[in-house]
């Protein structure tokens, strides 16, 4: 493709304070999520608990992956605010944080179902 040049040097101070909006923190923590989801496993993981909140000993059955290797990434995962956690006795259950991640990923499966 060649280089495209826009001859015409006229900015659209209305647009541009719109779209400004969106700061750099704002920008960089939506980044951090994306990679958090972008993740083979950690998707698989978002993918049981978007069913029911799920201990890790159940969790490594379902992805079929060791105990230990789950509780990494559910680690990485709390860090960033996509699961959370709730102690019952000696066992630790795992649910995701909260609505918007069952969407996403809902919204991400259906966008490969339908193309």
């Known amino acids: 493709m060649k280089n495209i040049k826009c001859d015409v040097n006229h900015i659209h101070e209305d647009v541009i304070i719109k779209v400004k909006k969106n700061d750099e923190a704002f920008v960089r923590k939506t980044s951090n999520l994306f990679k958090i989801l972008g993740n083979e496993t950690r998707l698989k993981i978002v993918d049981v608990l978007k069913e029911t909140e799920l201990c ?30 709730r102690k019952e006795g000696v066992i ?7 609505l918007h991640i069952k969407e996403i990923y809902e919204i991400a499966y259906n966008h490969i179902c339908n193309c």
């Not at 379902?62 to 956690?85: G, P, R």
């Not at 630790?92 to 909260?98: A, E, F, G």
């Open 56 to 85: 890790v000993c159940d969790i490594a059955v379902l992805i079929d992956m060791t105990q230990s290797a789950v509780s990494h990434q559910l680690s990485k995962m709390k860090e960033y605010n996509v699961v959370k956690s």
């Open 92 to 98: 630790m259950y795992y649910s995701l944080n909260d």
